[in-house]
């Protein structure tokens, strides 16, 4: 049995910093990627970074780049989102997910294990 366990979510103002967390427990051993998602009310659940567990090479979606950074620390089954430059359009509920496939995706179906989500709401 897998456990992923978000946290760090809040409200903050238009352009400030969140950084998330997502602690893995259990059958930890397999992963081959961990990602993050969102969804706001109302909108499909939405693709935002991955990482590769191995090498650590991260992924991410075009609307969060250069402003969101994703890292792992293997040691503690954790994985980050440091969320900067925020804006009102980033407001949702965040998701950690692993997945044991090497295949690239950013399919939420590839991934086999989900956290229960953060809340992150940005005022304008």
């Known amino acids: 049995q897998v456990q992923l366990v978000e946290s760090g979510g809040g409200l903050v103002q238009a352009g400030g910093s969140l950084r998330l967390s997502c602690v893995g427990s259990g059958r930890t051993f397999g992963w081959a990627r961990m990602g993050w998602f969102r969804q706001a009310p109302g909108k499909e659940r939405e693709y935002v970074a991955r990482?590769?567990?191995?090498?650590?090479?991260?992924y991410y979606a075009d609307s969060v780049k250069g402003r969101f950074t994703i890292s792992r620390d293997n040691a503690k089954n954790t994985v980050y989102l440091q969320m900067n430059s925020l804006k009102p359009e980033d407001t949702a509920v965040y998701y950690c997910a692993a997945s044991t496939s090497t295949l690239p995706s950013t399919r939420p179906a590839a991934y086999d294990y989900w956290g229960q989500g953060t809340q992150v709401t940005v005022s304008a």
């Open positions: 990482i590769t567990w191995s090498s650590g090479t991260t």
